[in-house]
T-cell receptor
Framework: SQKIEQNSEALNIQEGKTATLTCNYT??????LQWYRQDPGRGPVFLLL?????KEKRKERLKVTFDTTLKQSLFHITASQPADSATYLC?????????FGTGTRLQVFP | DTGVSQDPRHKITKRGQNVTFRCDPI?????LYWYRQTLGQGPEFLTY????????KSRLLSDRFSAERPKGSFSTLEIQRTEQGDSAMYLC????????????????FGPGTRLTVL
């Protein structure tokens, strides 16, 4: 069966450092992969989408990589800020529904 | 506010009762999705519509759950004979998406309806 793994434990980092979150998947070949941010009690908010033939995508302080051989995506936030504290969800996408991972909670402390 | 809206935001019901939730997507979006999320988990796909056509339902969706999108605009999700295991956040999302063109777009999520079954 399809399986998506994200670090279940919270990631705690100091303000200004780079946060790196991992998304691994098995038994799936998504055409796209998306990353979302979710704050407590709110719906997810779209951050980035990367296609299977793209290795890397950037948007401001965010960077996503997508390795279809390793079946892994890495999500980086550079110069992290306390306002970046949230849960980050990766989602596999074959142009129909999204299949989400469990999310990784990021805590950025001053 | 022209985002996705959901109503109600919170619903408390007793086991065995029926509940109905409404979702109003972004007006120009042709796709509408329903997801369910429990604490500590990511959203779990339930079903989706392309305009008024329901294209897929999750195998996890029991026959107590039914969704409609009669005019290709708003959608309703009904749960009959609720059980305590139905307690969750029910999320609606919409997007612009076309079948067969091989592209994908972001989904815009509503704030969710939190259901508590006592």
């Amino acid at each position: 069966s399809q399986k998506i793994e994200q670090n279940s434990e919270a990631l705690n980092i100091q303000e200004g450092k780079t946060a790196t979150l991992t998304c691994n998947y098995t038994n799936y070949s998504p055409a796209y992969l998306q990353w979302y941010r979710q704050d407590p009690g709110r719906g997810p908010v779209f951050l980035l989408l990367i296609r299977e033939n793209e290795k890397e995508k950037r948007k401001e302080r965010l960077k996503v990589t997508f390795d279809t051989t390793l079946k892994q995506s890495l999500f980086h936030i550079t110069a992290s800020q306390p306002a970046d504290s949230a849960t980050y969800l990766c989602a596999l996408d074959n142009t129909d529904k999204l299949i989400f991972g469990t999310g990784t909670r990021l805590q950025v402390f001053p | 506010d022209t985002g996705v809206s959901q109503d109600p935001r919170h619903k408390i019901t007793k086991r065995g009762q029926n509940v109905t939730f409404r979702c109003d997507p972004i007006s120009e979006h042709n796709r509408l999705y329903w997801y369910r999320q429990t604490l500590g988990q990511g959203p779990e796909f339930l079903t989706y519509f392309q305009n008024e056509a329901q294209l897929e339902k999750s195998r996890l969706l029991s026959d107590r759950f039914s969704a409609e999108r009669p005019k290709g605009s708003f959608s309703t999700l009904e749960i009959q004979r609720t059980e305590q295991g139905d307690s969750a956040m029910y999320l609606c999302a919409s997007s612009r998406q076309f079948i067969g063109d091989g592209t994908s777009n972001e989904q815009f999520f509503g704030p969710g309806t939190r259901l508590t079954v006592l």
